[in-house]
């Protein structure tokens, strides 16, 4: 029972450095999203795809690009990373839009 | 526009009953959903309500007015391990909103 698997868990970059951040779910699941958590604050969503093949942006999109290279992989890239995109990183995915949302365990990303 | 409205502390003993309320702000809402999230770990799904009135899961209550656009979470024979933070999460279009949400401390 995998559910939402994210790689790396911890990273530490360089600012100026790209990463992209892995996320796959195997519970056949349509919608996927990434938020970002800092400390003491909720979630705010980056990107998400609602379907295999669509991406919208979220809330805070800027310095962030997305791929959703199939039905079960969604990934966020990093293309010049920053000291402000330091945050915990968390994907999560639903059957559709209107239903619960599963999250993985995160990823801890530091940019010095 | 969207705005999300929840204390952004409450403190309770072991045992006790405590309620979290939310109001909110969105276009094209769909439902409300709670999710709990303990130190350094992930979010997890506890309740969604779609119509209004109570839900009950459990130990937990969740309820919802649309018209008042207004919810709330009821936490019953509250214990140590419910110590966490609770995030209600409004859903608009394909989309959850979350807030700040609200720590939870439980004590003995």
């Known amino acids: 029972n995998a559910g939402v698997t994210q790689t790396p868990k911890f990273q530490v970059l360089k600012t100026g450095q790209s990463m992209t951040l892995q996320c796959a779910q195997d519970?056949?699941?349509?919608?996927m999203y990434w938020y970002r958590q800092d400390p003491g604050m909720g979630l705010r969503l980056i990107y998400y795809?609602?379907?295999?093949?669509?991406?919208d942006k979220g809330e805070v999109p800027n310095g962030y690009n997305v791929s959703r290279l199939n039905k079960r992989e969604f990934s966020l890239r990093l293309e010049s990373a920053a000291p402000s995109q330091t945050s915990v990183y968390f994907c999560a995915s639903s059957l559709t839009g209107a239903q619960p949302q599963h999250f993985g365990d995160g990823t801890r990303l530091s940019i010095l | 526009g969207q705005s999300l409205e929840q204390p952004s502390e409450v403190t309770a003993v072991e045992g006790a009953i405590v309620q979290i309320n939310c109001t909110y702000q969105t276009s094209g809402f769909y439902g409300l959903s709670w999710y709990q999230q303990h130190d350094g770990g992930a979010p997890t799904f506890l309740s969604y309500?779609?119509?209004?009135g109570l839900e009950e899961t459990g130990r937990f209550s969740s309820f919802l007015s649309r018209s008042d656009s207004y919810g709330y979470l009821l936490l019953q024979e509250l214990q140590m391990k419910d110590s966490a933070s609770y995030f209600c999460?409004?859903?608009?279009?394909?989309?959850?909103?979350f807030g700040t949400g609200t720590r939870l401390q439980v004590f003995p």
């Open positions: 309500n779609a119509l209004d």
């Open positions: 999460a409004p859903q608009g279009g394909d989309k959850l909103i």
């Open positions: 519970m056949n699941h349509n919608s």
């Open positions: 795809s609602a379907s295999e093949g669509t991406t």
